[in-house]
């Protein structure tokens, strides 16, 4: 028999959320975002899964180690696009800026989602925000 306990702060880091679903055009899968506190480097992490919703069955679509979030299905639904955080270590092409910028902002990528291919769209200042697709799926 267990014996109740108080919640802790440090039970906190424990906790992982699952936020953002967005269902296949299909209706087959659910792309979402889950998210953890990493208490070694006191920021928290994302990254994307897909589950099929006819077996329940859950896989990680990204494994790094910042924010991969806003997972958005191509119309056709082989496609994720999703922004995801560039660390503030990578410089941005060009001569360098006047001011540097500790965090660029999160950056357009899409996901194979059958072959696993990540392809890197954009390269901006300030990152890229919301991205949704076109009705045909040929613009972002």
């Not at 994720?80 to 540097?100: E, H, N």
């Amino acid at each position: 028999m267990s014996t109740k306990r108080r919640l802790s702060p440090h039970d906190l880091f424990s906790f992982h959320m699952a936020d953002d679903p967005q269902i296949s055009p299909d209706g087959t899968r659910v792309a979402w975002v889950r998210t953890w506190m990493d208490a070694d480097e006191n920021r928290y992490r994302a990254n994307i899964w897909i589950t099929d919703l006819a077996s329940g069955e859950s896989q990680a679509l990204t494994h790094g180690t910042n924010q991969d979030t806003m997972p958005r299905w191509s119309p056709d639904g082989k496609l994720l696009a999703y922004l995801a955080a560039v660390p503030a270590g990578d410089a941005p092409p060009g001569p360098p800026p006047a001011v540097t910028v500790v965090d660029r902002g999160a950056q357009l990528h899409i996901l194979d989602v059958e072959s696993g291919g990540v392809y890197v769209m954009t390269r901006l200042r300030g990152g890229v925000m919301a991205p949704e697709w076109s009705p045909d799926g040929t613009q972002i």
